[in-house]
């Protein structure tokens, strides 16, 4: 079993939909959360994190983490064809020292 | 352009050949990772470096594969006598110091071997 679980998708929305990506964990000891957004050809690129359970917001991103159930989800509201990517999930390994990825869900909005 | 960059950007080459991969990370990041990434999957972690010391591979880092990163600056990934399943991306990531900092990522090689 993966430490990080993520449906692959493809997810495809309309202009304006909101979107709900999720991953799941099994490493209780996972504190740190990120999501890495990765657009066609190049390298993932850092959209949030959240430390342990809650809620963080950043524009129209929001970024949840249920430490009970191991569940981390990442909401997009008012979504833009701009935001058609890859969404990759990701913690910390113990140490800090690398970063466990889940396999990415790809992203679809069309006008 | 300040970011992290890697050279080549694709590499074609024949089983059984070697390739070697270059890394430049932002400047002054101490930290230095390699990740592969396969199709359809998210990166794996193969190693890291904390200046010009490798302090973690990962047992995905066959005995095929090396990496160096003399003086702490630049980096080079070699794979010898490639196989199929080496295909992949490979990327660089870089990060200001240990722990919890953000890391940097490249815009990766892509690596086919036939």
């Known amino acids: 079993q993966k430490e990080v679980e993520q449906d692959p998708g493809p997810l495809s929305v309309p202009e304006g939909a909101i979107v709900s990506l999720n991953c799941t964990y099994s490493?209780?000891?996972?504190?740190?959360f990120m999501w890495y957004r990765q657009y066609s050809r190049k390298g993932p690129e850092l959209l949030m994190y959240?430390?342990?359970?809650g809620n963080k917001e950043d524009g129209r991103f929001t970024a949840q983490v249920d430490k009970s159930s191991k569940y981390i989800s990442l909401f997009i509201r008012d979504s833009q064809p701009s935001d058609s990517a890859t969404y990759l999930c990701?913690?910390?390994?113990?140490?800090?020292?690398?970063?466990?990825f889940g396999a990415g869900t790809r992203l679809a909005v069309h006008p | 352009d300040t970011g992290v960059s890697q050279d080549p950007r694709h590499k074609i080459t024949k089983r059984g050949q070697n390739v070697t991969f270059r890394c430049d990370p932002i400047?002054?990041?101490?930290?230095l990772y390699w990740y592969r990434q396969t199709l359809g999957q998210g990166p794996e972690f193969l190693t890291y470096?904390?200046?010009?010391?490798?302090?973690?591979k990962s047992r995905l880092l066959s005995d095929r594969f090396s990496a160096e990163r003399p003086k702490g600056s630049f980096s080079t990934l070699e794979i010898q006598r490639t196989e199929q399943g080496d295909s992949a991306m490979y990327l660089c990531?870089?990060?200001?110091?240990?722990?919890?900092?953000?890391?940097?990522f490249g815009p990766g090689t892509r690596l086919t071997v036939l």
């Open positions: 990531a870089s990060s200001l110091a240990a722990g919890l900092d953000e890391q940097f």
């Open positions: 490493n209780s000891a996972f504190q740190y």
């Open positions: 959240t430390y342990s359970s």
């Open positions: 990701a913690s910390f390994s113990g140490g800090y020292n690398k970063l466990i």
């Open positions: 400047s002054e990041h101490n930290r």
């Open positions: 470096f904390q200046n010009e010391a490798q302090l973690e």
